[in-house]
């Protein structure tokens, strides 16, 4: 219930700044990661083999991110090719909070 929570409220806090910043074109977007492979999640990725098949079944696309991934897409929404996008939340999780 927390993570559900502050995954809307992070949302309905992007989507007021957008309209308050809209007319001064500042943008406002949020990115909502889902598993990465990054060192936090080392004692996964490096623990038993069951742990990370078990963690890895509920994505549905297999597997984990990959920090370039993030920064791809973080780059793109701070371009000039994404000046009319903003009040959006992009969720960057293989289709895992789609699950929810």
């Known amino acids: 219930m927390a993570y ?3 995954k ?3 949302l309905q806090f992007t989507r007021a700044l957008a309209v308050e910043w809209a007319a001064h074109r500042v943008q406002v977007n949020a990115i909502g990661p889902g598993a990465f ?3 936090a999640q080392d004692r996964l990725t490096q623990g038993p083999a069951d ?3 078990e963690r890895l079944s509920r994505i549905p696309d297999g597997r ?6 993030a920064g791809a897409l ?3 929404l ?10 959006a939340l992009y969720m960057i999780d293989g289709a895992e909070s789609v699950e929810l």
């Open 37 to 39: 492979a990054t060192r």
């Open 78 to 87: 701070a371009s000039s090719k994404a000046d009319h996008i903003t009040g």
């Open 51 to 53: 742990a990370l098949a």
């Open 4 to 6: 559900c929570t502050v």
């Open 64 to 69: 984990m991110g990959e920090p370039a991934e």
């Open 74 to 76: 973080a780059c793109y």
């Open 8 to 10: 809307g409220a992070i």
